[in-house]
């Protein structure tokens, strides 16, 4: 008997809990209309695990985390831990995750909601049917590279160094995942590094180009300096597909793109590791947002994108595309229908709570 | 008696020369009615310079730029040149003058002309007025770090490498410049890293802050990880007046404010060093946008960025602010008669040649 689906809840700071309890309900919802059930526990990260533990991740956490089917987490971080030192902060804990799930591509999608266009500060032609799909990698690069530090030197200055350091093996195997989903979408991947500056990027674009020789010359494949892609995301989003790019080109191009939408609080990601011995792909589920501590605890947040993220989960890990097709639809009906947090509200729409949006989705779900 | 006042031309490669030509015009302008001349010479660099010598900056060449009031350059690189070796590329030939005239201040401002606010991809409202500074390290960061390169691993992987690092003095330097700027702006500096990720962005917080306790109190000092600012520069880009950020993500930054305006044809900038013993400050001014080789030799080039970057050189570096102001507002005036060059067209604007956009700015001056 196949073992149960299990989930890792880690709902994190600011209004990360209030956003999982929302999702909460869907999953009860699923068990009883879909019987699709789900082993869940739930756990603390970020500034959460920092006030419990004293560590932003405890290592009964991640061992947890290395031995469910899927984790979903909320968000970490607020101002009541920004002082702690460099080492302690709650981002660790979310660094830790990633790197000792070793969950290399990260899947940010950046779709713009048709009812929420004029949310953009872009122009509606510029965005309007937006879909664009970000595969940053997530285990390498400066984020992870050594050596790092602060070093005092003779003369009484400092010296802070990071390290960006790329092989083979990891950029072939984010390459892969790109071209993969190009496959299922319009066939076209753009690469991006500044290989007219860095040799890493240099090899970047080597093994990019050698990869799509060898595995996926079907896919239309073009090559954009770092800062270019950042100026085209502006400019005109629709050219692109499916962007590829290292760590930190990543974080800045995926928020970018993020903000394009108009939406971040309806955007979520997917952060995918190897599949391995037991034939189970790690994966961890989050949305794009931040922790947003300034409207925590006031039942003001959109919890959409951490909705979407579970959503994500079930098509990705648990191979449920009709389950996940019926809360993406639900969510786009809730959308049509004018209901609205704060955060997206626009003229002739109704502003909700959290909580009466997720009454919103699952009365959406329940017709 | 003073030495007269030089300038290099660097015209470079691909609409480089034509735009540079444009400029030569207004400077014979001023010599003729406004009694000022310079001492103009001409060189190579990026393509033309590989050409000619083999080498992207010639050891010549070099001399003559550190032996200038200020240097004047077009644009680098083109398809032609864009198998070349890393080490060989065009762009090596603008990076070694930047390291070597030690120019660590690059000042980019991004300023929407509100005669081309429709040009931009953001709604009217979130970019008219727009009047951003980014001020950009220069010559350190990951552009210049050791160690660097592609090696070989033992088990046939290739790994590159690139070193990110920043001293306490580098940081201080680009940080007093950023604050004298913003003194004379609306007294407010955003400065920009991933201390939550880097531990050199951890020494740059630190440094910018204690840097402002010292000197630089009276201005309104903020903090923002710089995939927020690329956030927050498309949400809402007014509420930004100085940005002071290192060398690859003010690449970015720069790239995307930029982007903003609709108007890339338009924006100058200006890479400042520090005063040396003869009083004199290293400077080299050039447009924001590249070598555009598509429209190379065609005269549909737009002039205008290179023409504004020698009205930077006219106040930064021979303090001729009336000068300065005479070019910029013939620049405007120009605008506001609805003569473009065809990046910048819209309904009811006529599109002119490169040329005949240097006429209407002489006839301009001549008014
Ligand atoms: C919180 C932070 C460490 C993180 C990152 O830089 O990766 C965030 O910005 C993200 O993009 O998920
Ligand atoms: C041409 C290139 C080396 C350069 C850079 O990356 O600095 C350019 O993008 C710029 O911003 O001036």
Redesign the pocket.
């Known amino acids: 008997m196949a073992a149960n689906k299990s989930i890792l809840f880690l709902p994190g700071d600011g209004i990360g809990p209030e956003a999982m309890t929302q999702v909460r309900r869907v999953i009860e919802w699923m068990g009883r209309e879909r019987s699709v059930s789900f082993d869940l526990d739930e756990d603390l990260v970020g500034g959460a695990a920092i006030d419990a533990h004293g560590v932003p991740l405890a290592d009964a956490t991640m061992e947890k985390a290395l031995n469910v089917d899927a984790v979903l987490l909320g968000a970490v971080g607020g101002p009541k831990w920004d002082d702690l030192p460099f080492e302690k902060k709650p981002e660790r804990g979310l660094l830790r995750l990633r790197k000792e799930m070793e969950l290399y591509a990260n899947l940010r999608p950046a779709l713009c909601f048709e009812a929420l266009v004029s949310a953009s500060s872009l122009k509606p032609e510029i965005v309007s049917g937006l879909d664009i799909m970000i595969v940053r990698e997530l285990t390498g690069g400066v984020y992870f590279g050594e050596p790092r530090g602060i070093e005092e030197l003779p003369d009484g200055q400092r010296r802070g160094i990071n390290t960006q350091v790329y092989t083979t093996n990891e950029i072939r195997r984010v390459g892969d995942v790109a071209f993969d989903l190009a496959r299922k979408r319009s066939g076209h991947v753009t690469s991006s590094e500044?290989a007219?500056?860095m040799e890493s990027g240099v090899l970047w674009r080597q093994e990019i180009t050698k990869l799509h020789q060898e595995k996926h010359s079907d896919i239309k494949l073009d090559h954009m300096?770092a800062?270019n892609a950042g100026m085209q995301l502006v400019r005109n989003p629709k050219q692109f597909d499916v962007i590829v790019t290292d760590n930190l080109f990543g974080d800045m191009l995926s928020d970018v793109a993020a903000m394009l939408t108009g939406s971040l609080g309806m955007l979520p990601s997917a952060s995918l590791g190897d599949v391995d011995a037991n034939g189970r792909r790690k994966a961890l589920y989050e949305p794009v947002h931040g922790s947003a501590p300034d409207i925590a605890g006031q039942d003001k947040a959109n919890p959409l994108a951490t909705l979407l993220s579970y959503a994500m989960a079930l098509r990705y890990t648990f191979d449920l595309a009709e389950e996940a097709d019926l809360v993406e639809q639900a969510v786009q009906n809730v959308l049509d229908s004018g209901i609205r947090t704060p955060d997206i509200m626009a003229e002739g729409t109704k502003a909700v709570s959290t909580s009466a949006m997720g009454d919103a989705v699952l009365a959406e779900l329940d017709r």
Chains 1, 2 share one sequence.
């Open positions: 500044k007219n500056v300096y800062d």
